[in-house]
């Protein structure tokens, strides 16, 4: 493991693999380790450099618990600090849920960073983020049993313990605030970008709309998953992510 600090806030990351930068930014409640266990580490390691982040507040990344801390600006410049400790100029980008939000931007506010975007459960058009302030007003074995009753499974035995060790107080922080929207001037993020949602997901047409609003981007929707169920499956879109990323290295090599 390796850390960087953003404006004093301690980030965790972990390197992995070689070839071309990937970034992958997970959800709530989970960490870098949770990239292994849903089998995208083993299928991705050979062909790209993955860079495996913690968010700050999450997995071993600094706790901090004021909620102006999480502003996404402030998040977007933590994958740039560990993308620059690295001296990597451009890289791949491929997050769900919260790992999606920060990825939406880094399109608006860091887009030159980016040589391809792949996200998502989520959307940028503004969100009420009450119901996860409502899972996590009990504590962390209330909202784990909340997201494993909404996705009819139960998490593995290690993936259960580290998400009942998160700090529920700087998880609570992070989720304090709605999350603003930030749709104006995403149609200038022309990088290629691939976005998906589960089919039950709620959020569904507003990705989808982004997708269309998008320059160079196109949508998948997975069958018959919600926006939770989805998050705890995120193995069932690894062939649209190595199939995507094939293409945009191929476009790289005729470009060139």
């Given at each position: 493991?390796?850390?960087?600090?953003?404006?004093?806030?301690?980030?965790?990351?972990?390197?992995?693999?070689?070839?071309?930068?990937?970034?992958?930014?997970?959800?709530?409640g989970q960490d870098w380790q949770s990239w292994?266990?849903?089998?995208?580490?083993?299928?991705?390691?050979?062909?790209?450099?993955?860079?495996?982040?913690?968010?700050?507040?999450?997995?071993?990344?600094?706790?901090?618990?004021?909620?102006?801390?999480?502003?996404?600006?402030?998040?977007?410049?933590?994958?740039?600090?560990?993308?620059?400790?690295?001296?990597?100029?451009?890289?791949?980008?491929?997050?769900?849920?919260?790992?999606?939000?920060?990825?939406?931007?880094?399109?608006?506010?860091?887009?030159?960073?980016?040589?391809?975007?792949?996200?998502?459960?989520?959307?940028?058009?503004?969100?009420?983020?009450?119901?996860?302030?409502?899972?996590?007003?009990?504590?962390?074995?209330?909202?784990?049993?909340?997201?494993?009753?909404?996705?009819?499974?139960?998490?593995?035995?290690?993936?259960?313990?580290?998400?009942?060790?998160?700090?529920?107080?700087?998880?609570?922080?992070?989720?304090?605030?709605?999350?603003?929207?930030?749709?104006?001037?995403?149609?200038?993020?022309?990088?290629?970008?691939?976005?998906?949602?589960?089919?039950?997901?709620?959020?569904?047409?507003?990705?989808?709309?982004?997708?269309?609003?998008?320059?160079?981007?196109?949508?998948?929707?997975?069958?018959?998953?919600?926006?939770?169920?989805?998050?705890?499956?995120?193995?069932?879109?690894?062939?649209?992510?190595?199939?995507?990323?094939?293409?945009?290295?191929?476009?790289?090599?005729?470009?060139?």
């Amino acid at each position: 493991m390796a850390y960087v600090y953003n404006h004093g806030i301690r980030i965790n990351y972990q390197v992995e693999g070689e070839g071309p930068a990937l970034v992958l930014y997970h959800g709530l409640g989970q960490d870098w380790q949770s990239w292994y266990e849903a089998g995208y580490v083993e299928a991705l390691k050979k062909d790209y450099r993955l860079l495996l982040i913690d968010s700050r507040g999450q997995g071993a990344s600094q706790k901090i618990y004021d909620p102006a801390a999480y502003g996404l600006k402030e998040e977007v410049g933590d994958v740039v600090a560990m993308l620059d400790d690295l001296g990597i100029d451009q890289a791949h980008y491929f997050g769900y849920a919260l790992g999606g939000w920060v990825g939406l931007g880094l399109a608006k506010y860091a887009p030159g960073r980016l040589r391809s975007l792949a996200i998502g459960g989520a959307q940028p058009y503004g969100q009420d983020m009450a119901p996860y302030r409502a899972m996590l007003q009990g504590g962390m074995a209330t909202c784990l049993a909340s997201v494993e009753q909404a996705a009819g499974v139960s998490l593995l035995a290690a993936a259960r313990q580290r998400f009942l060790s998160n700090d529920h107080q700087a998880l609570s922080a992070a989720y304090a605030n709605d999350r603003p929207d930030i749709s104006k001037g995403l149609r200038l993020a022309t990088m290629p970008a691939l976005l998906f949602a589960g089919a039950k997901d709620p959020l569904k047409p507003a990705i989808e709309r982004c997708a269309a609003e998008l320059p160079n981007a196109t949508f998948v929707a997975i069958p018959g998953l919600s926006h939770i169920q989805l998050g705890l499956q995120l193995h069932t879109v690894l062939p649209q992510l190595t199939d995507f990323l094939a293409k945009v290295e191929r476009r790289s090599l005729v470009i060139a």
